[in-house]
Each structure stands twice: as C-alpha cells, then as structure tokens.
Nanobody, 114 residues
Framework: HVQLVESGGGSVQAGGSLRLSCTVS????????MGWYRQAPGSQCESVSR???????DYLDSVKGRFTISKDNAKNTLYLHMNSLKAEDTAVYYC??????????WGQGSQVTV
C-alpha cells in the first residue's frame, strides 16, 4: 500500500530556513502528481506547491521566491525547501500524492513554527 512519511519540521526564527522531506513507498513517482499542503490554526487547508512527472511546478503566491519543491526519484523522496520564513508560514504541512486511479494520499503532517 502507499505510505508517506514526513520529516524535517520544527521551530525557526523569522528569516530562517527549513527543509521538509516526504519519503514515499508503494507507488512510483512517475505515476502520480505530488505536492505540499498546509493548514494553519483556524484556517482552511491550502495548497503550497505541486509538481508532476513532467517537471511542472506551481506555488502559492505568498511563497513564490521563498519555497522550492523538489524530488529525488532515486530516493523516492519529495522535498520542500523553505527560506525566508515568516510568522504567517506557521502551520502543519502535509505532503500528498495524487493520481486518478489512486485518489489522494497524505502524510502524517509536520509542524512548522516561525
């Protein structure tokens, strides 16, 4: 079965950096779209960044130029590099894989506190 395990969250001062990792098992990266979502307290969940097998990426406007999504196919790991972090980036971050045959499967969530 498909499983996503996240790591890398934590607390950082404003202006600092963090890298989130999401190791995926049970599905090939070539079969799915992948992305990061976040949910802040009292707010709706929002898409932060997504990527597909063609290499296309998109970002939430508020993180453009600060966050970068990447993946290592050999390690089956998706990353979210977060720089110049702001207080408003504080949220629980979730990685997800999505496919028409798979639906959407999410990781356990990683707390990021700025």
């Amino acid at each position: 079965h498909v499983q996503l395990v996240e790591s890398g969250g934590g607390s950082v001062q404003a202006g600092g950096s963090l890298r989130l990792s999401c190791t995926v098992s049970g599905v090939s990266f070539h079969e799915v779209d992948m992305g990061w979502y976040r949910q802040a307290p009292g707010s709706q969940c929002e898409s932060v960044s997504r990527t597909n097998d063609d290499g296309r990426t998109d970002y939430l406007d508020s993180v453009k130029g600060r966050f970068t999504i990447s993946k290592d196919n050999a390690k089956n790991t998706l990353y979210l590099h977060m720089n110049s972090l702001k207080a408003e980036d504080t949220a629980v971050y979730y990685c997800a894989v999505e496919g028409s045959w798979l639906g959407s499967i999410w990781g356990q969530g990683s707390q990021v506190t700025v």
